[in-house]
């Protein structure tokens, strides 16, 4: 009897000291259990359709190794369509806490491989506030929301806005438009020597020419003159 009093006073003197832990711990600042890193679209606008069809494109979104999720609501170009996050094709994927995964935005085609709009590494990292936008010059841009994503700063290895990837390029471009304008530049100036170093030799030229013939002149009236004397 007294055994059985013992087992039931050690088993009802765990259960307290179980709960008091569990309250403890659920009261430390900032800890968090359970951290759903939902991403959901809040706004996206494509600007260019690659299906040749005269036909509605179908875009969508994926990432590796996941299943696509289409997107209905996005039949037209230049328009800004918003959403609530509440679709029943959101969220569209889930991030890990420490990596990236390769997501993309693509549409559909009906005789080919699929057309990519853009290709990139989405991370949590990149959510400042819980929002990341995404730009692709003449494709689309994106508004993606994470409310448990973040810590993202201007000097995480991604930027809020996606790097244009003609950038190389463009530079690249302007740094050949330089060397191009010097070399007219040194050119032109290399040209204008000439021409003024030209024209001062035919100056010369003309001065000594002119002078020979003053002086042909001079033995001609001369010679004139003691023939005169002669006579």
């Known amino acids: 009897m007294r055994r059985n009093q013992s087992l039931c006073c050690s088993s009802s003197s765990i259960h ?6 569990f309250i403890l711990l659920s009261s430390i600042p ?3 259990f359970i951290s759903s890193r939902l991403v959901t679209l809040g706004s996206i606008e494509i600007f260019n359709a690659h299906e040749w069809l005269p036909s509605k494109p179908i875009v969508y979104f994926s990432c590796k190794g996941e299943n696509k999720t289409i997107l209905p ?3 037209a170009t230049d328009f800004l369509y918003s959403f609530k996050g509440q679709e029943s094709w959101q969220p569209l994927t889930e991030l890990p806490e420490k990596k ?5 935005i693509y549409e559909q085609d009906t005789f080919k491989s699929d057309d990519v709009f853009d290709e990139w590494e989405m991370c949590s990292d990149d959510f400042v506030k819980g929002k990341y936008i995404h730009i692709k010059e003449k494709e689309f841009n994106a508004t993606f929301i994470c409310s448990d994503c973040g810590g993202g ?3 995480s290895h991604n930027s809020t806005t996606a ?3 003609g950038e190389p390029k463009k530079k690249k471009n302007v740094a050949m438009v330089v060397v191009v304008s010097l070399l007219a530049s040194s050119l032109t100036v290399i040209a204008a020597v000439y ?3 030209y024209w001062q030799r035919r100056k010369r030229e003309q001065d000594q020419l002119r002078f020979l013939q003053l002086f042909e002149e001079n033995d001609e009236i001369e010679d004139e003159i003691a023939l005169g004397h002669v006579i």
Request: aromatic share 8%; net charge positive.
């Open 16 to 21: 307290p000291l179980f709960l008091l832990s």
């Open 30 to 32: 900032g800890k968090k």
């Open 73 to 75: 609501d996005v039949k």
């Open 100 to 104: 990236c995964k390769r997501c993309g």
């Open 153 to 155: 700063s201007a000097g």
């Open 163 to 165: 790097p244009d990837r």
């Open 195 to 197: 021409v003024y170093k």
